[in-house]
């Protein structure tokens, strides 16, 4: 197991902490004046599910556990679920929707992810860093309008809401950076 800086963890990453294994399910540095900085971080247990606050030096150090990656394919989502289907032995399995936070924005179905497991159990997952949607709702272009004119919201065929220049139109494909939610270029 590899031990990381409690500033450095990220949302969705699964980490033990007081030899528990948790879910990432928000964090925040917090720099208050003189005073040193903390993280506070929010942890979803992952076997029970409870969620708890937690107040960490931003020196503490939190322990990753070793997991196996493994490419899933995205199927559907379930009620507060994903399901994934190992492409190996098309075994499916559910991952909770808190394991991809904005998941339901950016994928639309047979997506592959490249996915953590441990012990059979999918702790982590990746989003690809670009992805391509279909604008299903824009505002009328308007004649004239250019790249420096202010930008529009559009709505994406996952029910997304972007901010793009104001030629975009409804049943182009965009994409979108899935890091920053942020429109890059118009898809291919």
Not at 35 to 54: C, E, I, P, Q, T
Not at 140 to 145: D, E, F, I, R, T
């Amino acid at each position: 197991m590899a031990a990381i800086k409690a500033v450095n963890i990220k949302r969705g990453q699964a980490v033990i902490y007081e030899d528990q294994l948790w879910i990432v399910h928000d964090n925040e540095t917090v720099a208050k004046g003189n005073k040193r900085s903390y993280m506070a971080v929010k942890l979803k247990h992952f076997k029970n599910g409870n969620v708890v606050d937690f107040r960490l030096n931003v020196d503490t150090k939190v322990e990753v556990p070793y997991v196996e990656d493994k490419v899933f394919q995205y199927l559907y989502r379930d009620g507060n679920s994903f399901v994934m289907m190992d492409m190996e032995t098309f075994d499916q399995l559910h991952v909770d929707a808190d394991l991809m936070p904005d998941g339901d924005k950016y994928l639309k179905g047979s997506e592959e992810l490249a996915c953590k497991l441990l012990e059979g159990a999918i702790v982590g997952v990746e989003l690809p860093n670009t992805v391509e949607l279909v604008v299903a709702d824009a505002p009328p272009v308007v004649k004239g309008a250019t790249a420096t004119n202010q930008n529009k919201e559009v709505t994406m065929e996952t029910g997304y809401k972007v901010r793009v220049p104001p030629f975009i139109s409804t049943g182009e494909v965009l994409r979108i950076d899935t890091r920053t939610g942020e429109y890059l270029s118009r898809g291919g």
